[in-house]
């Protein structure tokens, strides 16, 4: 039998990078797969003749879209053009050019802020479209739901089998540490980091530190994505009520960004004081999934908060010593 041959967009992402990590630990384990992969140097996936020329010549089996322009809360609010822009034409190049290369097996990713901001608590998939989205990454949300809808639309037109999975927020090795545009996790991980080794007694956090987050490992994400993707199509349906067909993954609970600064503050070991910054956004003030679909199925998270923060801390801690050698 041929090789499957998968490709997953956005390797050298966060998430696209532990996808990778898992389908070559297959690979190693002896399932028949042929991974492809191209950076966005390689392959601007915004441009559409150079992704439809892309699919025509390597004719996927399967693409795994983990592709998009990402950011935190800052980000979004700052860039919102290049953020409806760029993962809107990423995803109508990569859903449809897959289609028009005969690809039937697609898994793309979205974001739990698809959401509306004032929802009941934990949010269920069925949540979607019932109201007005948090302003901070509504151009973000807007692409995100266009992906959804597009996976929905060309599954009910031409049959094809292109699943949504909407994560949590995520963090682990591999995020983005950048102090302005990353998200919370990774910022407090380098400023706590930071204000330790500079013997400072204070550092400040975004926002009122009131705001509930629920946040899952990449490696958790990673596993979840391809469990869904590998799923039998009967028991995905059968899972999905008609037009709703993304499915949660997160960790089940959620705390405040205020908790969240001391468990960073105790792994990086600060021990001043913590401030908050009013002036900074909170976002939305609580966005907690309902997992209750995807553990129906099989899947349930593994990975501890404090187990997996402490592990990215480690993984930050080799990544910034091997910076400051090549200073
Ligand atoms: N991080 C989080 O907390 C969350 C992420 N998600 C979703 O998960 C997915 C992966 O996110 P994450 O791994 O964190 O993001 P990263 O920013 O770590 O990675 C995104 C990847 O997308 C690629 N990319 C961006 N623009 C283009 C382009 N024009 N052409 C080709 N490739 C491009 C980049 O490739 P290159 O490196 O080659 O430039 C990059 O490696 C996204 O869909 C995101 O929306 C959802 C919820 C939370
Ligand atoms: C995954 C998700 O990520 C984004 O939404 P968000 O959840 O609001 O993302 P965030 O991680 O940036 O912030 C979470 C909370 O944390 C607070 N906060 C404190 N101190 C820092 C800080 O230093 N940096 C950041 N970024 N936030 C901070 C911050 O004020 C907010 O209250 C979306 O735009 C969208 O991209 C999306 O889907």
């Known amino acids: 039998m041929a090789k499957r ?10 998430v696209g990078g532990a996808i990778l990590r898992q389908l070559q630990a297959r690979q190693e384990a002896g399932e028949d797969l042929d991974l492809v992969t191209r950076s966005s140097a390689e392959l601007d996936l915004t441009d559409q003749a150079a992704v439809a020329d892309f699919m025509q010549s390597e004719k996927p089996d399967q693409v795994i879209l983990a592709a998009a322009k990402v950011g935190g809360i800052h980000a979004n609010n700052t860039y919102p053009a290049q953020f409806i822009y760029e993962n809107l034409m990423i995803e109508c190049n990569v859903i449809h050019q897959a289609f028009a290369a005969g690809v039937l097996n697609l898994l793309q990713l979205g974001s739990s802020c698809i959401y509306p901001k004032a929802v ?13 989205l948090e302003p901070t990454n509504e151009p973000y949300a807007i692409a995100k739901i266009a992906g959804i809808k597009l996976c929905e639309s060309y599954n009910r037109q031409y049959g094809t089998d292109y699943r949504s999975v909407m994560p949590t927020n995520l963090y682990g090795p591999g995020d983005n540490f950048h102090p302005e545009n990353s998200h919370v996790l990774p910022a407090l991980i380098r400023r706590f980091h930071e204000a330790r ?3 400072r007694d204070e550092v400040v956090i975004w926002g009122s530190g009131e705001p509930r987050r629920e946040f899952l490992h990449v490696d958790d994400m990673a596993e979840a994505s391809l469990f ?3 799923l039998d199509r009967a028991i995905y349906d059968d899972n999905t009520q008609p037009m709703l067909s993304h499915i949660n993954v997160g960790s089940g609970s959620d705390v405040t960004i205020l908790d969240l600064a001391r468990l960073v503050a105790k792994i990086t070991g600060f021990e001043g004081r913590i401030a908050t910054d009013p ?4 976002g939305t003030m609580r966005k907690l999934i309902d997992v209750t679909r995807l553990a129906d199925m099989g899947w349930r998270a593994s990975i501890p908060l404090e187990q997996g923060i402490a592990e990215t801390y480690d993984w930050y801690l080799k990544q910034d010593q091997e910076n400051l050698k090549s200073k």
């Open 279 to 282: 002036s900074k956004p909170d």
């Open 197 to 199: 080794l500079q013997g």
């Open 228 to 230: 869904v993707a590998g």
């Open 120 to 132: 009941p608590q934990p949010m269920r998939e069925d949540a979607l479209l019932t109201g007005t």
């Open 5 to 14: 041959k998968v490709y997953v967009a956005g390797h050298r992402g966060m």
